[in-house]
C-alpha cells in the first residue's frame, strides 16, 4: 500500500508542475510588439513595450524558480530526504514536539537558504530594473530576521499546541484542532493590523484634510461607521500601490498604501475606498472567514482519519508513524482537493470583486474608480491581456478589461 501512495504522491506533484507550467505557456501566446486595440488608451506604446518585457522577464524568471522548486521536492520524496531529516530530528531527541521543531526548523531553513539568492536577484535586479524596488539591504535582512522570529512564534506555538492535542484527544483530535484553529483566524483577522503589520511597516492614522474629510462624508453618506483609516508607508519597500479593509466590529480599518495616495486623486481614492467599503457591506469579509474555518474543518477530519496510517509515513521512508511526516505527506495528497477548492474560492472572489464595483458605481462614480483602476494598471505593469484559462485557474479579480466593462453600464445608467 505505500508503494502506491508513494506514487500517488510523485504523480500529484509532476501533474501539478506540468499543469502549472502549461498555464504559465497560455499566458506567454498572448504576449505581442504591437499593443492590442482593447488596451489602446490605457497603455500608450512605450509604456506597453515595458509592460511585455516586465511580463517576459518574470515569466523566464519563474520558469527558472519552479523547475527547481519542483526537482528539489521530487528529490526529497524520490531520495527520501524527509526521512533522513526525520532521523537526525529523532536522533536529539525523543520527544515528539521537540522532534517536530527540528525537523520543520531544518527544512525551514534550508528552503530559506537555497531560496533567498532568487528572493535576492528578484528584488534587487528585475524590480529595481523596471522602477519598482525600494528596499534597501537593510531591510530585505531585518525581513528576514522578522519573518524567522515570527514564523516561529507564531508557526511553532500552533505546531505544538496541534501536536499536544493529538497525543491528548486521539480521534476527537480533528474537532480540538479546529476550534483552535477557527479562534486564532478570528483573533488574527480582528488584530493582523495591530500587532503583525507593525512589525514590518510604520501605520499612521490619515492626516486632516480634504482626503480625510470626503471619505467621513462618502462613508456616513452610505451608513458605514468608519473611525480607523490608515496609512502604510509601503513605500518602504515598493512603488506599487494598494489598500485593503481588515478587522471586525470596532476592530475594523481600511489602510492605504502611501504609494496609492502619492499616484491617485481625491476622488478615485475615495471610489477605491468605496470599493473596500463595498466589501464590507456586502459581508464578503465575513463570507470568507466563514468560507475558510468550514474547509478547515473538512481538512482536519481528513487529516485526523490518516495521521496515524503506518503506509502514509512508509511512502516517505518512515516505518513509525509521527504527526510531522504525516502532515507532509497528506499536504502532498491533498493538492488536487486544494486544487479544485482554489478554482471555487477564485470564482467567488470574482464574483465579490463585481459586487464591490457595482456598490461603488451606484453610490459613487463609475467613471472615477475606472479612471484609478487604469492608472495602478500601468503603474504596476500590469498584465492587461492574459489567457482565459490563467485567469479561470488563478485569477482571483476580473481582468481590467472585464472591470472597465462592468463599470462602463454604470456610466452609461447615470449618463
Do not use: C
Not at 518585457?53 to 524568471?61: D, P
Not at 537555497?114 to 523596471?130: A, G, H, L, M, R
Not at 495616495?261 to 463570507?287: F, P, R, S, Y
Amino acid at each position: 500500500m505505500h508503494e502506491i501512495l508513494f506514487y500517488i504522491i510523485i504523480a500529484i506533484i509532476v501533474v501539478d508542475f506540468i499543469v502549472e507550467k502549461y498555464l504559465d505557456y497560455l499566458n506567454t501566446t498572448r504576449w505581442s510588439d504591437t499593443i492590442p486595440e482593447e488596451v489602446k488608451g490605457i497603455y500608450d506604446e512605450e509604456k506597453y513595450k515595458k509592460q511585455q518585457a516586465y511580463q517576459r522577464e518574470n515569466h523566464r524568471f519563474g520558469m527558472l524558480t519552479s523547475s527547481f522548486s519542483f526537482l528539489l521536492i521530487l528529490g526529497m520524496f524520490v531520495f527520501y530526504g524527509f526521512a533522513l531529516v526525520n532521523n537526525i530530528a529523532f536522533g536529539y531527541t525523543s520527544h515528539a514536539i521537540i522532534a517536530a521543531f527540528i525537523f520543520f526548523g531544518i527544512l525551514m531553513l534550508a528552503s530559506d537558504i537555497v531560496n533567498t539568492p532568487f528572493s535576492i536577484y528578484d528584488t534587487f535586479k528585475i524590480e529595481e530594473k523596471y522602477g519598482f524596488n525600494k528596499t534597501t539591504p537593510k531591510t530585505f535582512i531585518l525581513d528576514k530576521i522578522k519573518g524567522w522570529l515570527v514564523g516561529g512564534l507564531i508557526g511553532g506555538g500552533l505546531l505544538a499546541l496541534l501536536i499536544w492535542i493529538f497525543q491528548k484527544t486521539g480521534g476527537m483530535f480533528w474537532i480540538y484542532a479546529w476550534m483552535l484553529i477557527s479562534g486564532f483566524s478570528l483573533f488574527m483577522a480582528m488584530f493582523y493590523s495591530n500587532l503583525i503589520v507593525p512589525l514590518f511597516n510604520k501605520q499612521t492614522p490619515l492626516e486632516e484634510g480634504e482626503l480625510r474629510d470626503t471619505i467621513r462624508n462618502f462613508s456616513d453618506k452610505v451608513g458605514f461607521k468608519l473611525d480607523n483609516i490608515f496609512v502604510i508607508n509601503g513605500s518602504k519597500r515598493s512603488t506599487k500601490a494598494n489598500a485593503y479593509f481588515t478587522g471586525f466590529w470596532k476592530k475594523k480599518r481600511i489602510v492605504l498604501y502611501d504609494t496609492l495616495i502619492n499616484d491617485l486623486e481625491t476622488e478615485e481614492l475615495v471610489a477605491v475606498l468605496a470599493h473596500e467599503i463595498g466589501h464590507n457591506k456586502k459581508k464578503h469579509v465575513t463570507q470568507g472567514l466563514f468560507i475558510s474555518i468550514i474547509q478547515t474543518g473538512v481538512l482536519l477530519f481528513i487529516f485526523g482519519l490518516v495521521i496515524g496510517s503506518p503506509a502514509l509515513s512508509k511512502a516517505l521512508g518512515v516505518e513509525e508513524p509521527n504527526f510531522h511526516i504525516g502532515l507532509v505527506a497528506f499536504g502532498i495528497l491533498y493538492t488536487p482537493v486544494s486544487f479544485v477548492l482554489d478554482i471555487f474560492m477564485n470564482m467567488l472572489s470574482r464574483k465579490n470583486e463585481y459586487q464591490a464595483d457595482e456598490f461603488a458605481a451606484v453610490n459613487y462614480r463609475p467613471e472615477a474608480l475606472s479612471s484609478a483602476l487604469k492608472k495602478l494598471s500601468v503603474k504596476n505593469l500590469s498584465n492587461l491581456t492574459p489567457h482565459p484559462a490563467y485567469v479561470f485557474f488563478n485569477y482571483s479579480h476580473p481582468t481590467l478589461l472585464q472591470r472597465l466593462a462592468f463599470l462602463k453600464k454604470f456610466e452609461k445608467n447615470e449618463g
